[in-house]
């Protein structure tokens, strides 16, 4: 089992930055394929990045494709989430969550633990 707990999340304007931080439990996090989620008020969770256990292999879904970078060092068992150029529809709350699938996963189902969350905010 693994534990993550999601920090950096905040309110900022619109064009600003933030890094999103997941930190890990246990010492298996390289074992996992890890991702970030987000689920925005009245809206169903969505994908938001993947990142495969060496760290060789990332997906993006289109929204943020070009403005997100996923990351992860594996000595500090640490996954992170730059988020550049944000937008007011990037407003959520942000979840990290690993992956034990063999292939690197968008799904929701493939992730079998979540973080709690941190919210961002992007105001126009």
């Known amino acids: 089992q693994v534990q993550l707990i999601e920090s950096g999340g905040g309110l900022v304007q619109a064009g600003d930055s933030l890094r999103l931080s997941c930190a890990a439990s246990g010492r298996t996090f390289s074992s996992y394929n890890m991702g970030w989620f987000r689920q925005a008020p009245g809206k169903e969770r969505e994908f938001v990045a993947a990142i495969s256990r060496s760290g060789s292999t990332t997906r993006y879904a289109d929204s943020v494709k070009g403005r997100f970078t996923i990351s992860r060092d594996n000595a500090k068992i640490t996954v992170y989430l730059q988020m550049n150029s944000l937008k007011p529809e990037d407003t959520a709350v942000y979840y990290c969550?690993?992956?034990?699938?063999?292939?690197?996963?968008?799904?929701?189902?493939?992730?079998?633990?979540w973080g709690q969350g941190t919210q961002v905010t992007v105001s126009s």
């Open positions: 969550a690993s992956s034990m699938a063999l292939l690197l996963s968008i799904e929701e189902e493939k992730f079998a633990y």
